[in-house]
């Protein structure tokens, strides 16, 4: 009995000493205050979506001289979630000609890849996942796949104007991804780094709107056609392609891509403020309420050309993409470069 | 590469009804368009046969459902042409002055579903309309009704404008000529909408005549040709009517000739207005009994928003025997395979725009 108990006490020291406090204390750091922080990134997200969605609708109509969502909730703040709630009571229809599992796990890969990199960016200097050196480059790889599951959603639904869609989504991507790339490399160039906090901390003087206006007028453009909204909507040109690549998409992953749309507003609107007008940085006001006061004055910004602005020809993005915008990013990198060197003597 | 055969419409957001485009392209660029008609006929010719004169009105009217003031007005006129009617003088300034309002409404409906079609987010479309609803509550306000009106009669019309309309009116026109200034600046200045405009679609000179295209398209490719001017019917010599020319031949050239339409018609309003003399307006009652056909038969042509209407009609005795309609829209629609081939597949809805079809008329 004796040796039984001692052997029972000393494996449960034993385990205990598995499961020591500094090892749970490694498991809640790493897991599960990611999986909470994950948990609440998503949470607010969605409720950027809802917020903004409203938004969007209620400046498209103030602009358009007309009301706007009215009847669910106070000034229809609900609409977006009555509408989504009906979306998702319909029938998910797939069309008979479509590629099945890559059309239904391409829109879902979209949304969880968008989702994926907010982790990465911070939303103040405390608010974070994690912090990479390599940042920047994490999120414009992620931010690139998403043309390829753009064009592999529209090619596998099977339809002729899914499939144009497709073909002009990767066209776009050949126009914009350059430019947008130079302009990093400048940014990166100005902070010294990777990192989202260093770039924030490298604008505590200036920020780098002003450094670089031209490197910031084309990284706009092009996070624009990133973001797919007017006049560079191309894809889902809805007066040409009906919906482009959105055309057969059943309801239920429609309200998913209508969450695409506003994360991924969120996401550019985010990275501009964060490379370009000092993410968090401002006084009086908590950080994270400057960061997203700025991101909602850049959003409002991007609704605004949504009402005003015609849609854009493809082989003209192409010419102005090439033609214009890369040689300006070219130019703003050497500027940034001469800066630089010269700048901080002067 | 190879080519493809896209199928748009009869249901695509737009071509503006039941158009139906059976379009060959050959990676971005268009081959061949191949329009499908019908869709909307309802066989107003036949119709026309089987009821009395001043029957037809009301189908006349659904021609062409966003200027329905011209095609009646058309219609009338051929009857009055028929039976041998004069219009009285009063009343031709008055038909003046409602079919330039009807074709200002028309035209700012073109404007918003143009921009639409390229590209914008219903903004100018929303911006049209209300000035479009502005007209539209004059038209009621002298005729009883909103849409389709029904007020023509013969020598006539069924009442004379109201008290108090040629004040509505000109606050009207002034309000929208400062908000066609307002779109003018506002599209003019924005590169995108230029060039989404500019070298698209051009229609030559020769290949205008040749087609046959009438009216804005007609006038956008360089030809001086207004039946306003060249038949000169009602006032419009005496009013001081121009047309407006543009010798682009592209789709930017047909949105100039419009906005100076738009212009034109405004001045010949508020001038109608002015030089318009006292006394009757009115026609004969609907009731058309015993009338006595003096011709055969009588063909009328007139300008309306989307080009030259004609009407042929041959004398029954209380009914016309057989009406023939020359619709301007279904001949427009025939040029769009020869202006669209060799275009990119996006200028093709620019093309439509700036064609203007209503496929009521088309399909009549």
């Not at chain 1, 998409?249 to 996401?267: E, H, N």
């Not at chain 2, 009602?234 to 031949?249: H, N, S």
């Amino acid at each position: 009995m004796l040796t039984n108990e001692l052997a029972y006490s000393k494996a449960v020291a034993y385990i205990m000493s598995l499961l020591s406090w500094d090892k749970l204390n490694f498991i809640y750091n790493f897991v599960l205050a990611n999986i909470v922080y994950g948990v609440i990134v998503i949470i607010g997200v969605m409720l950027f979506v809802v917020i903004f969605g409203w938004v969007e609708r209620k400046v498209m109509a103030k602009a358009q001289f007309r009301h706007g969502p009215t009847k669910v909730g106070p000034y229809g703040f609900f609409q977006n979630i009555a509408d989504a709630l009906k979306l998702l009571s319909k029938e998910n229809f797939i069309p008979e000609s479509a590629d099945k599992y890559l059309f239904v796990s391409s829109i879902v890969f979209i949304l969880a890849i968008l989702l994926f990199s907010m982790l990465i960016v911070p939303f103040s200097g405390g608010i974070y996942a994690v912090d990479l050196s390599v940042a920047l480059l994490a999120i414009f790889v992620l931010l690139s796949v998403l043309p390829i599951l753009i064009f592999v959603a529209g090619w596998s639904s099977g339809n002729k104007f899914g499939s144009i869609s497709a073909q002009r989504s990767i066209i776009m991507m050949v126009s914009y991804e350059m430019p947008m790339l130079m302009v990093i490399a400048a940014v990166a160039l100005a902070a010294h780094s990777f990192s989202f906090f260093s770039i924030v901390g490298a604008q505590s003087n200036m920020y780098f709107a002003v450094l670089m206006p031209i490197g910031f007028v084309v990284f706009f453009i092009a996070m624009l056609a990133e973001l797919e909204r007017p006049p560079f909507d191309i894809r889902e040109a809805d007066s040409e392609l009906i919906s482009g690549w959105l055309t057969d998409v059943g309801a239920p992953f429609y309200a998913s891509v209508l969450i695409v749309d506003y994360a991924r507003m969120l996401l550019g609107s985010l990275l501009i403020v964060l490379l370009f007008f000092g993410g968090w940085q401002g006084p009086f006001l908590p950080k994270v309420a400057w960061l997203l006061i700025k991101v909602f004055i850049v959003a409002i910004f991007i609704i605004v050309l949504r009402a005003t602005y015609v849609r854009m020809r493809l082989d003209r993005l192409l010419r102005f993409g090439w033609l214009w915008l890369l040689p300006l990013s070219i130019i703003n990198l050497i500027w940034v470069y001469f800066f630089m060197v010269w700048g901080v003597i002067l | 590469m190879s080519e493809t055969k896209i199928n748009i419409g009869p249901i695509h957001p737009s071509t503006h009804g039941v158009l139906r485009l059976v379009v060959t392209v050959d990676g971005d660029t268009i081959k061949e368009v191949e329009p499908h008609i019908g869709f909307l006929h309802r066989g107003v010719e036949k119709l026309a046969e089987s009821r009395m004169y001043m029957q037809n009105i009301v189908y006349m009217e659904k021609l062409d459902y966003a200027a329905p003031m011209a095609h009646q007005e058309l219609y009338v006129s051929t009857v009055e042409k028929l039976l041998g009617i004069e219009v009285k003088e009063r009343a031709e300034y008055v038909r003046v002055v409602l079919l330039e309002l009807q074709r200002i409404a028309s035209h700012l409906l073109w404007l918003g579903t143009m921009c639409n079609d390229i590209g914008q987010m219903f903004s100018m479309f929303m911006w049209t309309m209300r000035d479009r609803d502005m007209i539209l509550r004059l038209l009621q306000e002298a005729t009883g009704q909103r849409m389709f009106y029904v007020n023509m009669r013969l020598g006539g019309v069924n009442r004379d404008l109201p008290a108090g309309f040629e004040d509505d009116t000109y606050k009207v026109l002034d309000s929208i000529e400062h908000s066609l200034g307002e779109y003018k600046d506002f599209l003019e200045s924005n590169p995108v909408f230029m060039e989404r405009l500019k070298n698209v679609g051009v229609l030559s000179r020769e290949n205008a005549i040749r087609l046959g295209v009438t009216g804005p398209v007609l006038r956008g490719s360089g030809i001086d040709y207004d039946v306003r001017r060249n038949s000169s019917y009602y006032k419009y010599t005496k009013l001081g009517f121009r047309p407006a020319v543009e010798t682009g031949g592209d789709s930017f050239a047909r949105y100039k000739v419009r906005m100076k339409e738009m212009q034109e018609s405004i001045s010949l309003v508020r001038k109608a207005l002015e030089e318009m003399p006292k006394g009757d307006a009115l026609g004969l009652p609907i009731k058309l009994i015993g009338a006595v056909p003096k011709e055969k038969e009588a063909i009328v042509k007139r300008e309306l928003p989307r080009g030259e209407g004609m009407m042929y009609m041959v004398a029954d005795k209380q009914r016309p025997y057989r009406l023939a309609i020359r619709a301007p829209a279904f001949i427009n629609l025939a040029a769009l395979d020869h202006i669209s081939r060799g275009q990119r597949l996006a200028d093709l809805f620019a093309i439509l725009g700036s064609l203007d079809l209503v496929m009521a008329d088309v399909d009549k």
